[in-house]
């Protein structure tokens, strides 16, 4: 018999009541009578036909109370259980206590000195099951000790189980896995399995289109035919290779011991997984018997060796195993059966997320938002269904309770909050999800909007390969400088379920990008399942240069070109700047950088500070999450490119510094209900405008402005800020943007700095800040010139030992939270130094306006000459043909404003920002202007043609009085 059988049939041989087991030893999982145990002279066998007249039980009548275990041997009843496996098992006790003189007892397990006292709290007249506290126990005999503590209780069965959520009830019967399941907390279902197997990521109707698309890879052109070709070959020779049915030989175990289980864990996953899996789909596709019951006792195999504490292991495990299930259904016998689900009782509850359990972990953020729910319990919900409908109440109550609507209100923004990394490993297992009920055929169970999260990775993507960071990077630690970020599962998923070209192309390119890579062997199952190369790819160039994406992000990308090669293009023209409102906190992964930007040309110049993962500086230990650089630097305001305002007085959980930042809200939000509540401090504020033109596919001006106020204490009264990316379309000098700061504290001595994070070390001259990209065969260059508030302090920090400086609160002193790279090699981007801008004199209300501006390192052209323009209701700046007009208050201006535009040699376009919804007609030099443009809310912008300077008054009416101008067209990219 397999040893997975032998293991999991005992506990399902039913004692009837008449067959309870009269011996002196006693099995696990087996209700046993009280009679049979070494019975002292004060426990007499009784009964009360009153009650239960066919219920003989032990019971101490008329003795003193006992509040301490006594030393005789007189009162002590002795059990032997033979406990069959080493573990947690919890022992149940049915019990007469109908008032407290009759509710106690004592309790040991072998050492018969080490009592416990027990009370049962639950007054009753009739007999009750009463559990005490999981005990762990060994294979093997163990002494279960009994002595009473107070007389009277009657004492009638006891069951020792390793079934924690089992609860007997009435005479009791033995613990089985299908009795042992738990009640379902959630609301149940409304979808459900289909009465039909395979049913589990693929159906029998699917099966025709795999088959045509294997035989199509062996002569289609194209990457994605290339490797879905290599990915069938990989698991029809792994069938092929392994007529036996066993699984491959494991490796020589490491001799380092803190390496055994990780070498184990990768032998179950990365060779012993593929090794079943192909058995299982040669008999899904080619109804191959001897296939499907090689995989049924592979997988019976696989448990005994690949026994692994992580959670992620056990997963991959469990989704393992409801392949096998679903797929080889046919040649399962009932024992069997039983055996699988045994084992997926067995583990999920060992899974961080136990099983789908509310109180261990959340649905939003955390290990609980991956693949442990997602993909691998509801995989056995979906496999099991049959013989277990419980599990798939469970795990799908779960989901449609929890899940589903914090993901609909992220898909809103079109973006993940969780960031370049984590957001799209995450993401992936949302689709994981989608793929399991769209396969099921209930359709779509998430909002049309999933589709549209991985276009924010399309637009951050810069030149060289790498992504513009946002949150924790691991891509940054453990991927090859130059070499392009991939991950492909978060693009093959969706670009298939949703046929999306774009998504399909990127998909494409990361194939490419992989070539041979191990890591995409691990990918074969899906690959073969979910790709789709006969769908439509399209690059994307075809796309508009900048895109909004919505709160709860509140994110604007804007891009002055595209790339489309997965070889890195340090010298590409492109320049990308990201502008982040960051309305909602979700914590975990996310850094507390609302109003943070970046800007990359020919190399990352305004950046995103700080490591993810790396070492201490002696490079003896390894330096992740929770590290003392990540919570007093890494995820804190200061590593951004954003304000600090600086209240002594403040303290920051978890954390020694007090850099001045954001709220430090750690925890994590467990619920969509818990995200909004205002209480639990997760909203930092909301997009008030945003706007894309004249065109949305090459515009001119990309325009973002937030209100994050609420991202910090009651130290920040109010503040907005304000974002103009302007695409200049010129090759000498490509792009600009611009930051617009209007800020209150509580009090005037707190101190507020704007930020700007740079790799190489910044000159200042004056007003005006100079960095430079120009090593590792970088050629970029940026100029920033802070033109608010005047007289400005402007400072650097940063070199050798200071790089990743905050002020300590325990030391009173700036001091640095050091890290360095695990991997030289690698495309980290820790950053050396900033820039620090203050005003010059203290107040409460402050301005500040700077003006960035990025050219090539080694050009011989000067930089575009920047005028600052101030009336008495705007606050703005032309730069070479541009000129960019923000409101002087917090308030948008409601009837007119004025502004005089400098005379210059060509025409300039102005855009004025922080207007009310209306229709603003524009008079210059005293000579109106015949029209009336359209200002609408949401937008709060008019862009117009001023020509070569002059006097301008922009007058604002409720309703039309005078014709629209004709359309401003973009300006035309260079050549």
Known sequence: MPALLRFSIFPTLLFGLSQLAHAATFPTEVIFEAEPGTAPTLWVSTNNPALEPSTQYLVVTGKPDQKEASASSADELTYTIDVKSAGTHKIWLRVLAAADWSNSFHLAIDDGSNYTRYWVNTFSPDWQWFSIAAKDLTAGQHKLKIKYAKSGMGLDRLLVTKRMDFVPRGLGENPTVYNSIPANPYPAPTILPPAEHPRLFVRSTDLPLLRELETESNTAPGVEYTQLKAAWRRLRDNAAANPNGVLPTQPTPPTDPNKVQKALDSYCV???????????????????????????????????????????????????????????????????????????????????????????????????????LMRDQLSAGVAFYDEAPQIYQITAGRFFQDFVAPRNFTYAAGAHHQGDSYGAYRYSWDMFASWIFRRMGAGDVFDASQQSVPYQWLYIRRPDGQLMRDGDSYQSVYTKFLTYWTEPNAYMLPGSYYNDPYI??????????????????????????????????????????????AD???????????????????????????????????????????????????????????????????????????????????????????????????????????????????????????????QNGYINGSSQDSHIGPDSDTPDYSYLKGDIAKAYTSKVVNYTRSFVFLNLKDKQHPAALI?????????????????????????????????????????????????????????????????????????????????????????????????????????????????????????????????????DELNGVQIGNRAVLFAKTQDYIASKAGFILPTSQSAVRVLVSDLAAGYWSINKDNVPGGVQYEVKSGQGVLYFDAGTGGKYTLSRADTRTLPAPPPLQSLPLPN
């Not at 192909?278 to 596709?285: D, G, I, Q, W």
């Not at 608010?788 to 325990?810: D, Q």
């Open 739 to 871: 930051v617009l700061d209007k800020i209150k504290s509580y009090s005037s001595g707190m101190k507020k700095t704007w930020l700007l994070h740079s790799e190489q070390e910044p000159t200042i001259v004056g007003d005006t800040v100079t960095i430079l990209r120009n090593t590792k065969g970088y050629n970029g260059k940026l100029i920033n010139r802070t033109i608010l508030p005047v007289g400005a302090s402007i400072s650097k920090v940063g070199g050798k030992g200071n790089e990743f400086s905050a002020y300590s609160r325990s030391t009173g002193t700036n001091i640095n939270y050091p890290i360095s790279v695990s991997d030289a090699t690698a495309s980290n981007e820790p950053g050396a130094w900033r820039v620090e801008v203050s005003p010059a004199t203290d107040a409460e209300a402050d301005v500040f306006l700077n003006t960035m501006q990025v050219m090539d390192a080694d050009s011989a052209q000067p930089a575009l000459a920047t005028a600052a323009i101030a009336s």
């Open 270 to 372: 990365g060779t012993a997984r593929p090794a079943i899996q192909a058995k299982a789909l040669s008999y899904l596709v080619d109804s191959n018997t001897t296939s499907g019951q090689q995989a049924i006792n592979m997988m019976n195999a696989y448990w005994e060796v690949c026994k692994s504490p992580d959670s992620r292991t056990i997963g991959e495990g469990i989704t393992l195993m409801a392949m096998v299930y679903d797929w080889a259904y046919p040649l399962l016998s009932t024992e069997q059966k039983t055996a699988f689900i045994e084992r997926f009782m067995a583990l999920a509850p060992q899974m961080e997320f136990g099983f789908a359990d509310a109180s261990k972990q959340g649905a939003v953020v955390g290990h609980g938002s991956e693949a442990q």
């Open 552 to 678: 709860p992000a509140g994110l604007m990308v804007a891009r002055t070109g595209w790339t489309d090669s997965v070889v890195a293009q340090q010298n590409s023209p492109v320049a990308i700047a990201t502008m982040k409102v960051g309305s909602v906190r979700f914590a975990n992964h996310q850094h507390l950088d609302s109003g943070h930007f970046q800007l990359y040309y020919k190399g990352p110049l305004a950046i995103d500070s700080g490591l993810y993962e790396g070492k201490t500086s002696d490079g003896k230990t390894d330096l992740n999450y929770g590290s003392p650089h990540d919570w007093n630097y890494h995820k804190r305001t200061i590593a951004h490119n954003a304000m600090l305002v600086f209240d002594r007085a403040e303290t920051f959980a978890t954390a020694d510094s007090n850099d001045g930042g954001q709220r430090f809200v750690v925890p994590e939000p467990a619920t969509l209900t818990a995200l909004l509540a205002p």
């Open 504 to 549: 399909k192309h990127e998909f494409a390119q990361q194939l490419s990008a992989l070539g041979s890579a191990d890591s995409l062997k691990s990918n074969d199952i899906w690959q073969v399942l979910f790709s789709n190369p006969r769908q439509n790819a399209t690059p994307p160039k075809a796309l508009p240069l900048s895109r909004y994406f």
